[in-house]
């Protein structure tokens, strides 16, 4: 069984996905296995739901959304037929404890976990001077995304801690690849995807930068100053006008028609604070 949280949220069984309806389901389900193998205590979910004051009997509400949740993954599990494990219900997977509950990591697979998995492994290849090896992994790690994190559901703050820390960990994960494939000259194969990735992040000023000199290198210094205006738009919208340092040279040496010594410029790899 796997319980995917990058993208909309649902719980796979041998190939068979299952989306919950219920919003409020959802967000207990998510919390709990974003926090799995912990106890997560009853005030907690009860916060997350219910973020700005605590309703009438909402103890009893919350029991009433984990036996749904019990519910949600037992029917998956029969459902999907899983091999993987012998649980047929989710009494032992969903545990009651005091004060609070816990979802048991045996027998399944959080999309989450793996993500970050892959990205530790992409970084000690990094660490290693293996940078085509770092490429895949980080590569496979970013793979994993089918959208935003928990994308459609409605998130108080202790899941907002969560997404807003493994959306950061994405677009970290973007700068690094995206730099080690210049690294490895491989801009034009990449082009394409970088010039997806620059869209997705507009004002993300190290992916745009590695766009930029992509597209220098490949003789594209039209292209690139017209990226580079985008970004200064994007900053301003924001409040930043800021723009760093390497960006006001690559504009200048695109000005001044010097991207062919752009083009023999390899950046070091820098891993990035986690």
């Known amino acids: 069984m796997e319980i995917k949280v990058l993208g909309r949220l649902s719980v796979s ?38 973020p700005d004051g605590l309703l009438p009997r909402s103890d009893s509400q919350v029991v009433t959304h984990v036996a749904a949740v019990r519910a949600l993954l037992a029917e998956a599990l029969r459902h999907g037929h899983d091999r993987g494990t012998a649980r047929t219900d989710g009494r032992d997977l969903l545990i009651s404890t005091p004060g609070g509950y816990r979802l048991d ?33 980080l590569h496979d790690a970013l793979s994993l995304w089918q959208g935003e994190a928990l994308a459609g559901l409605p998130q108080g703050v202790p899941l907002r801690s969560h997404t807003a ?25 990449r082009l394409g995807e970088l010039g997806e990735l620059a869209a997705r992040y507009p004002s993300h ?11 220098q290198r490949c003789g ?25 340092l390497d960006l006001l040279r690559l ?6 028609g010097g991207s062919r010594r752009v083009v023999a410029q390899r950046e070091p790899l820098r891993v990035a604070a986690r």
């Not at 820390?165 to 690294?183: G, K, M, N, S």
């Not at 205006?229 to 930043?240: M, N, S």
Request: net charge positive; glycine share 6%; proline share 2%.
């Open 13 to 50: 069984v041998g190939g068979s996905a299952t989306v919950p309806t219920d919003q409020q389901v959802c967000r207990v389900l998510a919390l709990l296995a974003l926090n799995a193998d912990q106890v997560v205590p009853t005030c907690l979910i009860a916060h997350e739901l219910w």
């Open 105 to 137: 990591s045996t027998g399944w697979q959080l999309d989450a976990r793996r993500f970050e998995r892959d990205l530790a492994a992409g970084y000690r290849a990094m660490a290693a001077g293996d940078p085509a090896r770092a490429s895949e992994r």
């Open 165 to 189: 820390r493994l959306e950061q960990a994405r677009a970290d994960a973007v700068e690094q690849w995206a730099a080690i494939e210049l690294q490895l000259g491989r801009h034009r194969e």
């Open 205 to 215: 000023q190290g992916l745009q930068r590695h766009y930029i000199r992509a597209l």
């Open 220 to 244: 594209r210094s039209a292209e690139a100053l017209r990226v580079y205006e985008r970004l200064d738009a994007a900053l301003r919208r924001e409040g930043d006008a800021k723009m760093s």
């Open 251 to 256: 504009r200048h040496r695109a000005l001044s």
